[in-house]
Structures are given as C-alpha cells and as structure tokens.
C-alpha cells in the first residue's frame, strides 16, 4: 500500500533530507587515505544525534552501525570496520537519519585520494543515472519510467545495474510501497501522484549484474569482483516537479544533486514491500 504525504509530512522530511545532506557531505570531507571506516561511522553517529536526530540504521533489523561502508568490490551493506581507507579505493556510504518520527535516506560514492579512470566513469555514470531517474519523477509517469531510464544510460556505458537490491517508497518507515527498480520498462508500475517520497538509488557494477552475500549476513559483492558504485536521494513527487530532499537546500529542485544514494537491507518481513533490499 502506497503511503501518501501531507505538505506537513513533507515539510518535516525535508528537515530531515537537509540534515542527512550535511552528514553526508561531513563524511565525504574526512575519507581519505588512513581513516579507518569505523572513524566513519562514529562520526556519522555523532554528527546526527548532535543534530537531535536518530540514526535510523542503529538496531535496523539487528544491523549495528549508524552507515554502511562498502569499498570497492562491495556493492551495499558494508559493515564498518577498522579497515583503513586506500589511495585509490572507491568507498560506497550509505546513511539514514528519523527526524520527528520520518526517515531520511541516502549515499554516495567517492573516490579516495587518485582513483583509475574506469573507477571515475563509474561514479559518474551512475551518479548520471541517478539525476537522470529523478528527471522521470514527475507526476503522471510511472515507477517504470524511472527505472527504465536509469536502465538504458547504465549500460549505454557499458556497465550494468544490480537487480537483486531496489529503491522503495520512503516515509515513517525506511522502506515502504513501491519498490523503485533500477531496471524495467517505461510505462510500466505504479503511477506517480503528489505525496509520494521515493528513495532512488542505482547501483552500477563495473562488470556484471551478479552479486552474493558475504558471510557477515550483510556485505553485497559483486560475483566478479568487478568495482561497483552507487548514489541515493529521497525525492518527493510534486505538481512542481521532483524535490530532492535529501539534496544540500540549493540544489533541492531536480538540478544535479550532489549527494547520492545507496543500498538496501535484507529484505523485510513479508508484506512489507520491498522484495530486493534496502533504502
């Protein structure tokens, strides 16, 4: 059952889209070669709740941290470590915040210190993907009109979208109806009205789409051990257009967010909708 936002609803989860914004742009500024990814995390914990917020993935089906770190081959869902950050290693951060009873989620990914080339595409291709299924989210299209786009410039590139983990409906709870795809055809799904929020994250492997679970019960890896990168906002569908609201305010409007998105949980229990993954 798809839940739709009042005005008030909305107003608070870009309180909190605002927030989540600036934590991530924290994390973004102190990755760096040396940092361990559990300086991350305590960081990102510290920052929200000094902020009056809760870190929402904090006891989030038994998950421990405040953020996932998911380096290089991982995909989503990497559990924070005192693994240290590389020159070259591309780190995945996906975050969420409850703010007043509503959730914020997104990532991103960044490149520490020198990347490759081929890691540098990455990210821009799917951080492209990304703006380009917001450009989608407008009232009267429908759920396949943003997977579908999202789809097509991934592997124009050449790379290819993880099936087993989508986007979802965002609001009181992390996940919520419809399940976002980043993969599908255009005209296809639930269509989009004013009051929904949606959490649009592609994540986009370097090879191909396979992934598996690693025994942490958490961590996603690409089959191949190819890179992979991902990029997550929380945008609302308005009359006006898409607002991102987990963008930094000045870029709130559909206009190349500069934070991204990621991941997704374990499934739900059944009835929940979210049949891939997590946020």
């Given amino acids: 059952m798809i839940i739709y936002k009042s005005q008030a609803e909305i107003d608070l989860m870009r309180e909190a889209g605002a927030i989540l914004a600036e934590a991530l742009q924290r994390l973004q500024s102190i990755a760096r070669p040396g940092v361990t990814l559990l300086e991350l995390d305590r960081e990102a914990d510290r920052f929200i709740r000094a902020r009056g917020c809760i870190p929402g993935f904090v006891g989030y089906q038994g998950y421990q941290n405040a953020i996932c770190t998911s380096v290089n081959e991982q995909v989503v869902h990497g559990i924070p470590t005192h693994?240290?950050?590389?020159?070259?290693?591309?780190?995945?951060?996906?975050?969420?915040l409850i703010h007043r009873g509503f959730w914020a989620d997104a990532g991103l990914s960044v490149g520490i210190g020198k990347i490759s080339p081929e890691a540098q595409?990455?990210?821009d291709v799917t951080r492209q993907s990304l703006d380009i299924g917001i450009e989608k989210a407008q009232v009267g299209d429908r759920i396949g009109d943003i997977?579908?786009?999202?789809?097509?410039?991934?592997?124009?590139?050449?790379?290819?979208v993880v099936r087993q983990f989508v986007g979802h409906g965002i609001g009181r709870d992390m996940h919520e109806d419809p399940?976002?795809?980043?993969?599908?055809?255009?005209?296809?799904g639930p269509l989009l009205k004013p009051g929904m929020v949606l959490a649009i994250e592609p994540m986009v492997n370097?090879?191909?789409?396979?992934?598996?679970?690693?025994?942490?019960?958490?961590t996603v890896v690409t089959v191949d051990h190819?890179?992979?990168?991902y990029f997550e906002h929380s945008v609302a569908i308005t009359p006006d257009g898409p607002e991102v609201l987990t963008a930094p305010a000045a870029q709130r409007r559909m206009s190349s967010p500069l934070v991204g998105e990621a991941g997704n949980f374990p499934p739900p229990p059944a009835g929940e909708g979210q049949g891939g993954g997590h946020d």
């Fill in 83 to 96: 693994r240290k950050l590389r020159e070259g290693d591309l780190l995945s951060l996906d975050a969420g």
């Fill in 147 to 160: 997977s579908a786009a999202i789809q097509q410039h991934v592997e124009r590139a050449g790379f290819s």
């Fill in 206 to 218: 370097a090879g191909g789409p396979d992934v598996a679970l690693l025994g942490d019960g958490w």
């Fill in 179 to 188: 399940q976002v795809p980043n993969f599908g055809i255009a005209g296809r």
């Fill in 226 to 229: 190819s890179l992979s990168a």
């Fill in 121 to 123: 595409r990455l990210m």
